[in-house]
C-alpha cells in the first residue's frame, strides 16, 4: 500500500481540499476572525431528492448556490432496478453530463444496508470528481475502495461525538484514503438541543485541529436543509397565523440553524431552499 504523508503545513490548520476548481477548507483561525483574511468563505450546496418530479430542469436552472447535491432517496423495495436507473441516470450524455456546470454532492440513502450498495455504484460511475456522501461505521469498508479509485472526496458521518470522528478519519486513511480527501460531516441536529450538540462538536472538532490535531484537521460539511425540515415548525402550514407564513418560517429555520454551523466552523452547509441561500450570501 502506498504510503500517505500525515504531515500538515502549519501555516494552513484546516486541510484544504481542491474541488472542481473550488477550494474547501484553508482556515487559519476560527471562523469570521481577521487572521483569515476572507479567503476562507463558506460554501453553500442546494440539495435535490432524486426522486422530485423535474429534477433535470431543477438542477439546470439553480443559480444560487456553489454546488449541486442530489440524495438518491431510494428504498429497499426493487432495489437492484434502482440502483441500475441510477446507474444509467449518471452515464446518461443527456442527463448528467449537462449539468457539471457546478460540482456534485451524490449523496446515499442514510440506510445502512442501502449505502453498501448504492454509494460505492456512485463513486464508480459518477462522470467526473465529485464528494461522495457518506460513510459511516458500518458503510466505510463498502464505499472507501470506490472512492479512492475513482478520485473522489469522500464525507465521514459520525453521531456528534469527537472521538468517534477521529476514530473513523483514522480508519478510512489507514484503508488508504488520502486525508486531503476527507470531509468531516458530524451529523448535526436541527434547533434546541440538536443545534447545540451540533455547534459544540464542530466548535471541539476545530479546536483540536487548532492544537495540532492532524486526524481531525479536515474541513467540516453539515447537511442543515435535511435536519430543519424534520421539524414540524418548519414544513407544517397548521400553526396559528401569528407563527407567520410557514414558508419563510421554514426558510428562517434554515438559516438560523446554517448561520450557527457557520459560525462554529462548517466549510460547507447543504441547504434545501434557495432563498436561505440568498440570504447566507448576503450576511456572509
Request: net charge negative; aromatic share 8%; hydrophobic share 40%.
Amino acid at each position: 500500500m502506498q504510503q500517505i504523508d500525515l504531515s500538515y503545513s502549519i501555516k494552513e490548520k484546516i486541510r484544504e481540499a481542491d474541488f472542481q476548481n473550488i477550494k474547501i477548507g484553508g482556515d487559519t483561525a476560527v471562523s469570521f476572525m481577521k487572521e483569515n483574511n476572507n479567503k476562507t468563505q463558506p460554501l453553500f450546496a442546494i440539495e435535490f431528492l432524486y426522486s422530485s418530479n423535474d429534477l433535470i430542469n431543477k438542477m439546470k436552472n439553480e443559480n444560487s448556490a456553489d454546488i449541486i447535491s442530489i440524495k438518491f432517496d431510494i428504498n429497499e423495495e426493487n432495489l437492484e432496478e434502482n440502483l441500475e436507473e441510477i446507474k444509467a441516470f449518471l452515464t446518461s450524455e443527456n442527463n448528467i453530463k449537462n449539468l457539471f456546470k457546478k460540482p456534485l454532492i451524490l449523496r446515499g440513502a442514510n440506510n445502512s444496508e442501502i449505502d453498501k450498495k448504492l454509494v460505492p455504484l456512485l463513486a464508480e460511475y459518477a462522470p467526473k470528481e465529485s464528494i461522495i456522501a457518506f460513510a459511516e461505521e458500518n458503510t466505510y469498508e463498502c464505499i472507501v475502495p470506490s472512492v479512492i479509485k475513482n478520485n473522489h472526496i469522500l464525507v465521514l458521518r459520525t453521531p456528534i461525538d469527537i472521538n468517534l470522528a477521529k476514530e473513523l478519519n483514522i480508519l478510512t486513511i489507514d484503508k488508504g484514503l488520502n486525508p486531503n480527501k476527507i470531509l468531516i460531516d458530524p451529523d448535526m441536529g436541527g434547533l434546541g438541543y440538536g443545534l447545540d450538540y451540533g455547534y459544540s462538536i464542530i466548535e471541539k472538532i476545530r479546536q483540536a485541529a487548532f492544537e495540532g490535531d492532524t486526524m481531525l484537521n479536515m474541513p467540516i460539511i453539515a447537511f442543515i436543509g435535511e435536519e430543519s425540515y424534520r421539524a414540524k415548525e418548519a414544513k407544517s402550514d397548521t400553526f396559528s397565523p401569528q407563527w407567520g407564513d410557514y414558508k419563510e418560517r421554514s426558510a428562517m429555520w434554515e438559516i438560523a440553524g446554517a448561520t450557527a454551523m457557520i459560525s462554529a466552523g462548517a466549510n460547507i452547509v447543504v441547504l434545501w431552499n434557495p432563498k436561505s441561500i440568498e440570504t447566507l450570501k448576503g450576511l456572509v
